[in-house]
């Protein structure tokens, strides 16, 4: 299996705070992203990262920024949680950035904001 | 990115062969057919990807057309293990452009034992 941890797994937490979630590798794969899923619905994307400091947009950023200060680590915060952004937080890694690539998923963390 | 379409669901029985299709009418020459799947609970895991020809690996094959708008992801002998939502995703392989998988809303897979 993919080195790939995330943490926390499980988090509650109440509207208007902010939130860190945080996805570490182990695999030294150039590309990060983080995902959304929310019931009975595919996986969309929110950043994805393409190297250290680098990161963009993907379909559903707004209310989440990233950050990616080292090559194993990828930070995703919400500035100031709301009840929308409850939702499973999938991370996931790629050697490659072309379609190629095999991506490979973290556990996954359940969001819940009260 | 091009389109795919699949049925919402199917179910089989245990130690039975289990053929997934997927539509793609619109796909590009330079697009690769990826396989995910998603056990209950769990991220995405890779199953097989594949361009022209039929492709076979320890999990699945894949047996594309001739014309490549579909394709059908063959599970040889499902197991009460394989019961999960099968996503068939185009990959456009010519570009370094991220390598996002765009998630459709797949296939459920039952399995029946």
């Known amino acids: 299996d993919a080195g790939i941890t995330q943490s926390p797994r499980h988090k509650v937490t109440e509207t208007g705070t902010p939130v860190t979630l945080r996805c570490h590798q182990t695999e030294n794969h150039r590309y990060m992203y983080w995902y959304r899923q929310d019931p009975g619905h595919g996986l969309r994307l929110i950043h994805y990262s393409y190297g250290v400091k680098d990161t963009d947009k993907g379909e559903v950023s707004d209310g989440y920024s990233v950050s990616r200060s080292k090559t194993e680590d990828f930070l995703l915060t919400l500035e100031s949680a709301t009840s929308s952004q409850t939702s499973v937080y999938f991370c996931?890694?790629?050697?490659?950035?072309?379609?190629?690539?095999?991506?490979?998923f973290g556990p996954g963390t359940r969001l819940t904001v009260l | 990115d091009a389109k795919t379409t699949q049925p919402n669901s199917m179910e089989s029985n245990e130690e039975e062969p289990v053929h997934l299709p997927c539509n793609h009418s619109?796909?590009?020459?330079?697009?690769?057919i990826h396989w995910y799947r998603q056990l209950p609970s769990q991220g995405p895991e890779y199953v097989i990807h594949g361009l022209t020809s039929n492709v076979n690996n320890r999990m699945a094959s894949l047996a594309i057309a001739e014309d490549r708008k579909s394709s059908t992801l063959i599970l040889h002998r499902a197991t009460l293990r394989d019961a999960a939502v099968y996503y068939c995703?185009?990959?456009?392989?010519?570009?370094?452009?991220?390598?996002?998988?765009?998630f459709g809303g797949g296939t459920r897979l039952m399995v029946k034992p």
């Open positions: 995703i185009l990959r456009d392989g010519g570009r370094n452009a991220g390598n996002m998988l765009t």
């Open positions: 619109t796909i590009s020459g330079t697009d690769y």
């Open positions: 996931a890694i790629s050697e490659s950035g072309t379609g190629l690539g095999e991506q490979f």
